[in-house]
Nanobody
Framework: QVQLVESGGGLVQPGGSLRLSCAAS????????MGWYRQVPGKQRELVAT???????NYAHSVKGRFTISRDNAKNTVYLQMNSLKPEDTAVYYC??????????????WGQGTQVTVSS
C-alpha cells in the first residue's frame, strides 16, 4: 500500500499564491506519473496537472501559465505552485500517484484532499 499525504491548502486572496505538497510513503516500488486533480461540489473531479517520473509536465488549459508542477523523486513528493489564483480555482485538490507494484501491476492512489479557497 502507498499513502499520499497532502499539505499546503488554505485561504488566499485573488491574485495570491499557494504551494501544495504531496508526499508518498509506504510500500513504494516504482512511482510513475503523479498529479493533482480538483473537485467542487456537484461537479466531476478534473485534472489540474500531471508530471511523469522524468519530469515532463502536463497542464489543464485553465491553469497553464499560472500553475507549476514539479516533483522530487528522492523524496517521493510532488508539488503544485499556484500563482495568480482566481476565485474559480476554489476546490478540494487531490493528489494522485500511479504506482507499479511488486507483481508488476499498476495501482492508482489518491490523497485525502486539501481545500483551496480563493476569496477576498
Amino acid at each position: 500500500q502507498v499513502q499520499l499525504v497532502e499539505s499546503g491548502g488554505g485561504l488566499v486572496q485573488p491574485g495570491g499564491s499557494l504551494r501544495l505538497s504531496c508526499a508518498a510513503s509506504g510500500s513504494i516500488f516504482r512511482l510513475a506519473d503523479m498529479g493533482w486533480y480538483r473537485q467542487v461540489p456537484g461537479k466531476q473531479r478534473e485534472l489540474v496537472a500531471t508530471i511523469t517520473s522524468t519530469g515532463i509536465p502536463n497542464y489543464a488549459h485553465s491553469v497553464k501559465g499560472r500553475f507549476t508542477i514539479s516533483r522530487d523523486n528522492a523524496k517521493n513528493t510532488v508539488y503544485l505552485q499556484m500563482n495568480s489564483l482566481k476565485p474559480e480555482d476554489t476546490a478540494v485538490y487531490y493528489c494522485n500517484a500511479r504506482h507499479l507494484n511488486l507483481r508488476y501491476f499498476w495501482d492508482d492512489y489518491w490523497g485525502q484532499g486539501t481545500q483551496v479557497t480563493v476569496s477576498s
